[in-house]
């Protein structure tokens, strides 16, 4: 297959036990060495701007950004000098409070409202595989090379390549209204070699290999791995589809996995009872976070 065109790449170990290692993988970088991943994000949003702290300096610097707010400042500090005052220093330091904290108590609000929903996504229950089962954790506890499944009209919690479903066939549908707007039910992919994994059987002893995507990054439209399997996964792909698909032998495990068998975080399961699948992507790394972080700044 032909090589994604970003740089770098990291590695997603499947995890199915809480003992297995945390979603801290290796970074692969082209041409170079291996290095560890540091800061790799656990599924804990946080979108809020402010704490008890850090709230008052913080948003009276965002005040001053503006030329109005300096300028009535000015004022103030001119109001101050009774020989070259126009106005009452009374009168214009009291309107420049009034507009500073309406000001605050809005973008309190704000950042409350976005307080409470990010709780509310973190505390959202899901279903994790976890020593031979599925068990409920909360959404804020996901990592990075976690199974998990997702039932019918839910949420997706986090970016997920599509092991299995429902579908025998391997097809999902999702809407997607939460990412574009759109209320079109999308076609979405299971990834081929895995989609008859359907029972926690399978999924224990035959749910194999690793995952190799590139860094967390906003398109939303675009995506690009490679699933590496042991042999004993792959015997229905001949050697001769095998050899051309991979001219080198190291490779001959290795399979594309495309945006088509991506769910993103934000996208809700339709028309389709139950899909599992692998988070390569949690938290402030899934590509709803990247848009979402790209549009305040």
Same mark, same amino acid.
């Given at each position: ?46 979108t809020t701007k402010y704490n008890i702290i850090t709230f008052l300096p913080?948003?009276? *610097?965002?005040?001053?950004? +503006? ?35 309406? @000001? ?11 307080? *409470? ?31 998990? +499944? ?6 997706? &919690?986090?970016?997920?390549? *599509?092991? @299995? ?52 990054n906003p398109y939303l439209y675009e995506f690009t791995g490679q699933w ?23 490779? +001959?495990?290795?399979? &594309?996995? @495309? ?36 549009? +305040?700044?």
């Amino acid at each position: 297959m032909n090589e994604p065109q970003r740089e770098n790449f990291r590695v997603v170990k499947i995890r199915k036990s809480q003992r297995d290692p945390d979603s801290r993988p290796p970074l692969f970088l082209s041409g170079g060495p291996s290095r560890p991943a540091h800061g790799v994000a656990g599924n804990k949003i946080k979108t809020t701007k402010y704490n008890i702290i850090t709230f008052l300096p913080k948003n009276l *610097m965002e005040q001053f950004r +503006r030329l109005f707010n300096v300028f009535w400042l000015i004022q103030c500090v001119i109001s101050l000098i009774p020989s070259i005052a126009a106005y009452s220093a009374v009168t214009t330091i009291m309107g420049l409070a009034i507009v500073l904290v309406i @000001s605050m108590l809005k973008d309190g609000y704000e950042d409350y409202r976005r307080y *409470m929903s990010d709780k509310e996504a973190n505390l959202q229950p899901v279903y994790v595989f976890r020593d031979g089962k599925f068990e409920v954790i909360n959404s804020e506890n996901l990592l990075v090379g976690d199974i998990v +499944r997702v039932d019918k009209n839910e949420v997706f &919690p986090a970016d997920l390549v *599509m092991v @299995s479903c429902s579908d025998h066939s391997g097809i999902i549908f999702i809407e997607t209204s939460n990412l574009d707007g759109e209320r079109n039910l999308k076609r979405m992919y299971a990834f081929e070699h895995s989609k008859s994994f359907q029972d926690e059987s399978s999924l224990l002893h035959q749910l194999q290999g690793e995952l190799v995507v590139e860094l967390p990054n906003p398109y939303l439209y675009e995506f690009t791995g490679q699933w590496k399997m042991p042999h004993t996964q792959v015997q229905s792909v001949s050697n001769e589809q095998l050899l051309d698909s991979h001219p080198s032998h190291d490779l +001959r495990s290795m399979f &594309p996995i @495309s945006v088509e068998n991506l769910c993103l975080r934000g996208a809700r399961l339709k028309k389709t009872n139950w899909a599992i699948g692998i988070v390569v992507y949690a938290g402030m790394e899934t590509k709803l976070s990247k848009n979402s972080t790209a549009a +305040r700044t």
